[in-house]
């Protein structure tokens, strides 16, 4: 059966974030919706492991969306609540190389910070602000993600990617996507994977 994940504790006190964020909120955050996310996650994943086992996928895209709902959450959760400290007990602002790299890609804290708080204001409806490392170019940069899913979980590592848009297959394969799937199975470079697989597992 698939991992099971856990709710992770708060590294501090409901009332340690005080009085910028209260105690209630915390609780309610933290206990009801971040434990919501952790127990859809498992209930997504233990639909998928049975799907695998009777060989019926029918309800596939409904689990995997659970499963990119619900991981979503419980990853940037888990990211968000040790992202914060009560007020006061560390540095208020960036040092080392955090700080000459921001530098570097925002030209400054200020800047950086008004262009986070612009985009986290801009969010429509529920989502998040995020500031990113982004390893092919070597930067940081600031995105949001209106929800959070949209049929992924924040925190993975891509092994292995399928183009479905039409444009990867219509020319050979019109309207029949499976074809393609099934045919694309035979030039996928598996010691690729295999190398990225040990990458991410470090
Ligand atoms: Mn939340």
């Known amino acids: 059966m698939a991992n099971k994940y856990e709710l992770p504790p708060l590294p501090y006190a409901y ?9 209630q909120t915390m609780r309610l955050h933290h206990d009801k919706h971040h434990l919501s996310y952790v127990n859809g996650l ?6 998928l492991a049975a ?3 009777a060989g019926d996928f029918a309800l596939v895209k409904h689990w995997s969306r659970e499963a990119a709902f619900h991981g979503s959450g419980h990853f940037l959760h888990s990211i968000f609540w040790p992202n914060m400290a009560p007020a006061g007990s560390g540095p208020g602002e960036p040092s080392g190389d955090l700080a000459a790299q921001i530098a570097k890609d925002f030209g400054s ?4 910070k008004a262009q986070f708080g612009a985009a986290a204001g801009a969010v429509e409806g529920s989502g ?3 500031l990113v490392w982004e390893p092919n170019a070597g930067q940081l940069e600031v995105l949001t993600a209106e ?19 039409e444009h990867a297959y219509y020319l050979k394969y019109q309207n029949n996507r499976g074809a393609y799937v099934t045919a694309w199975w035979n030039v996928v470079n598996w010691a690729d994977v295999a190398e990225r697989f040990a ?3 470090g």
């Open 15 to 23: 009332d340690a974030l005080e009085p910028h964020i209260d105690e």
């Open 42 to 47: 498992n209930a997504a994943l233990d639909k």
């Open 51 to 53: 799907a695998r086992e």
């Open 109 to 112: 804290f200020n800047a950086f």
């Open 128 to 130: 998040w602000a995020l």
């Open 147 to 165: 929800k959070h899913q949209n049929l992924t979980q924040w925190g993975v590592v891509p092994l292995l990617v399928l183009d479905v848009w």
């Open 199 to 201: 990458a991410a597992r």
